[in-house]
């Protein structure tokens, strides 16, 4: 009944506008593309993928590495970066980006095409929670993801910068989006590392935003919350 309400209030609206005649520009209903679901209060975001870049665009300023190496986050994260950065983007199902300052390839996250111990700035954020259940014609794996942080933990250059996103809560399979990981988890699968920063984006607004720093105990707590993990390599 809502939405028969609001196609109702766009058709009033419509013809008003209609009547208001306009030189400037063709108005055919033909064209017309009813946008019943943006007239709101608040501009609403997916939390997780608004902050999480977010953090890691935070991190690389203070870390200003010459070049960064990502493997499969969000496009919008490398491509914007790349602006300042030059970036080097890697997917299982390789983007068809043209920039300059940008590369885009293919490369599969449990066999990376680096040799041991040569990324020194590399990003893998709301990915490895993927990896093995077929989601992305992937073949399935059930430690999929245990062979993808292998592989980010082998190619780290020594000093080098790691930046891990995942989901984090009670520890979980929802096949075949994601897993969500416990904070112990994610520490154990990377005790090889140094953590250098632990953040947290809530799953309610009521929590917070991006909580820079935050107390592990968080995470636990929650059901989908996004846990972003900085990491080096001593």
């Known amino acids: 009944m809502r939405q028969y309400l609001k196609y109702l209030e766009f058709l009033s609206n419509w013809r008003k506008f209609k009547s208001f005649g306009n030189e400037r520009f063709a108005m055919d209903w033909n064209e017309r593309k009813p946008c019943l679901g943006d007239k709101t209060k608040q501009t609403g975001f997916d939390r997780h993928y608004v902050y999480h870049p977010a953090w890691a665009a935070r991190v690389l300023?203070?870390?200003?590495?010459?070049?960064?190496?990502?493997?499969?986050?969000?496009?919008?994260?490398?491509?914007?970066?790349?602006?300042?950065?030059?970036?080097?983007?890697?997917?299982?199902?390789?983007?068809?980006?043209?920039?300059?300052?940008?590369?885009?390839?293919?490369?599969?996250?449990?066999?990376?095409?680096?040799?041991?111990?040569?990324?020194?700035?590399?990003?893998?954020?709301?990915?490895?929670?993927?990896?093995?259940?077929?989601?992305?014609?992937?073949?399935?794996?059930?430690?999929?993801?245990?062979?993808?942080?292998?592989?980010?933990?082998?190619?780290?250059?020594?000093?080098?910068?790691?930046?891990?996103?995942?989901?984090?809560?009670?520890?979980?399979?929802?096949?075949?989006?994601?897993r969500v990981y416990a904070y112990g988890q994610i520490m154990e699968y990377f005790s090889k590392l140094k953590l250098v920063e632990f953040s947290l984006i809530p799953e309610d607004a009521r929590d917070g935003g991006l909580i820079r720093n935050a107390d592990p105990k968080l995470a636990d707590l929650e059901r989908y919350g996004c846990g972003c993990f900085w990491f080096k390599k001593l």
């Not at 999929?144 to 520890?171: S, T």
């Open 61 to 178: 300023a203070e870390t200003k590495p010459k070049t960064h190496t990502d493997i499969s986050s969000t496009l919008t994260f490398g491509v914007i970066v790349s602006a300042f950065l030059p970036v080097e983007f890697y997917d299982y199902r390789p983007a068809a980006l043209e920039l300059d300052n940008l590369k885009s390839a293919a490369a599969d996250l449990t066999a990376l095409p680096f040799k041991d111990g040569s990324v020194q700035s590399l990003s893998c954020m709301h990915t490895v929670e993927h990896i093995g259940l077929g989601r992305y014609g992937e073949p399935l794996d059930p430690d999929g993801d245990l062979k993808a942080i292998g592989e980010l933990m082998r190619v780290l250059a020594p000093k080098g910068d790691l930046l891990f996103v995942a989901p984090v809560g009670k520890p979980k399979i929802v096949f075949n989006a994601h």
